[in-house]
């Protein structure tokens, strides 16, 4: 059961969290597989639909993004060839602006909304003036991870534009599961779920994540509220693994026989079912946050029949 909605300027302060804890921190895990995405780091310049330009700043940027009323930081590194560093999950000292950060403060959590929404929104510099002439990258950037989340397509493995479909699925697992670390962090509700869920590690994973270059699997300490990708801190108590990348994809847009594939070995669970299953509510409400008309994907619990799911993007969900 989903907990009961929030006042609206709590649920805006939650969303707004989230994208600063899940998604946005996503660049630096998509970056090293995604060459697009590191030329619009870099600072080639491009618009959506667009190849890379000619046009190169070598400079690096670090920007950091801060909400009025939201206690979580969003600090992004980019270097001068494309590498993504990000820090977040909190006002911890690693997020925390440095000098010659260029420093972003929105008013309120409506307007960072506003902003990743690809709206007109209030932001104002509280430093590092000289770099604003260096946001068409962060902006650039932006329009790259919202292509790299949306569904791919019949030609996407022929096309620079739309992710191949392993990216696809390995990108938008990874905000889930961060999301679903920081609702368990900050929602009212949060404590009672946690006391359900317990401290113990699940991994998911798909052999199709290993074929295309990226880490193997992805995993979420309970008892820490960590994500991560390849080798888990410590023995998972819960272990998701899709046999094929046909069969996740099949279930991030919802056209899989939940039951069927555990019965035919397409999908294998391994450890606390129930576990699996209630991590699966806390990410489908994680979904539901960030993006109502069209939710990050996110697994469906594992012994439970496939839900109704819109489609898996989260096109509002980066400033572009």
């Known amino acids: 059961m989903s907990p009961a909605p929030l006042p609206p300027v709590a649920h805006a302060r939650l969303v707004a969290a989230l994208h600063l804890e899940a998604v946005l921190p996503v660049l630096a895990r998509l970056a090293p597989h995604d060459d697009a995405l590191r030329a619009a780091a870099a600072g080639l310049y491009t618009g959506a639909g667009e190849a890379p330009s000619t046009r190169k700043n070598a400079r690096a940027l670090v920007l950091t993004l801060a909400v009025r009323g939201v206690d979580a930081r969003c600090r992004l590194a980019f270097s ?32 960072f909304l506003r902003a990743v929404a690809n709206r007109p929104a209030l932001a104002l510099p509280l430093g590092g003036w000289a770099a604003m002439p260096q946001v068409p990258r962060f902006a650039a950037a932006g329009r790259r991870l919202d292509a790299l989340l949306r569904p791919p397509g019949p030609a996407a493995s022929a096309s620079p534009v739309v992710a191949p479909p392993a990216l696809f699925a390995f990108g938008n697992l990874a905000v889930g599961l961060a999301g679903a670390a920081a609702w368990l962090r900050r929602h009212p509700a949060a404590p009672a779920w946690r006391s359900r869920l317990g401290d113990g590690v699940v991994t998911f994973a798909c052999p199709a994540f290993d074929r295309a270059g990226l880490p193997s699997l992805l995993w979420i300490d309970l008892a820490r509220l960590a994500t991560g990708a390849g080798a888990p801190p410590r023995p998972p108590v819960a272990e998701l693994t899709f046999a094929d990348l046909d069969t996740l994809l099949a279930e991030l847009a919802h056209r899989l026989d939940a039951l069927a594939a555990l019965g035919g070995g397409e999908l294998r669970i391994r450890g606390h079912l129930l576990v699996a299953e209630r991590l699966g509510l806390v990410l489908a409400e994680v979904s539901r946050l960030l993006n109502p008309a069209a939710p990050v994907p996110v697994p469906v619990p594992a012994h ?8 898996p993007t989260a096109p509002r969900a980066h400033v572009s």
């Open 80 to 111: 001068a060839t494309g590498e993504v560093g990000c820090a977040g999950l909190g006002p911890d000292s690693a997020a925390a602006p440095r000098p010659g950060d260029l420093r972003l403060w929105f008013p309120s959590a409506g307007q």
């Open 304 to 311: 439970a029949p496939a839900r109704a799911r819109p489609a």
